[in-house]
């Protein structure tokens, strides 16, 4: 599977802004998608993700601001990110999760990543 994310860029505290990302090749492997984010010596952590069944996560720190979503062709991923923090800066990043074997963990896959920069 590949990855390929878009929506990044530059907003004010209190701002929005919109990530997309489209997956290709082994699509009717994927099983779950999702975002992840790593600012600079941080680690990489997970931000929202979303099962094929409609199963959403949140990280505590996004919950009530951000909304992932995933298109019906389960082939893209948004989240929507809304009042938006300087600490909500950082790389994210789009995750796909691919089924293995029912006694395997899934594969994961990952995009390049695409820089949010929110200023105060």
């Known amino acids: 599977v590949q990855l390929q994310a878009s929506g990044g860029g530059l907003v004010q505290a209190g701002g929005s802004l919109r990530l997309s990302c489209a997956a290709s090749?082994?699509?009717?492997?994927?099983?779950?998608m999702g975002w992840y984010r790593q600012a600079p010596g941080n680690q990489r952590d997970l931000v929202a993700r979303?099962?094929?069944?409609?199963?959403?996560n949140y990280a505590d720190f996004v919950k009530g601001r951000f909304t992932i979503s995933m298109s019906n062709a389960k082939d893209a991923v948004y989240l929507q990110m809304d009042s938006l923090k300087p600490e909500d800066t950082a790389v994210y990043y789009c995750?796909?999760?691919?089924?293995?074997?029912?006694?395997?963990?899934?594969?994961?896959?990952w995009g390049p990543g695409t820089l949010v920069t929110v200023s105060s």
């Open positions: 090749g082994s699509i009717a492997s994927i099983s779950a």
């Open positions: 979303i099962h094929i069944a409609g199963r959403r």
């Open positions: 995750n796909a999760e691919t089924f293995v074997s029912p006694i395997l963990p899934a594969d994961d896959h």
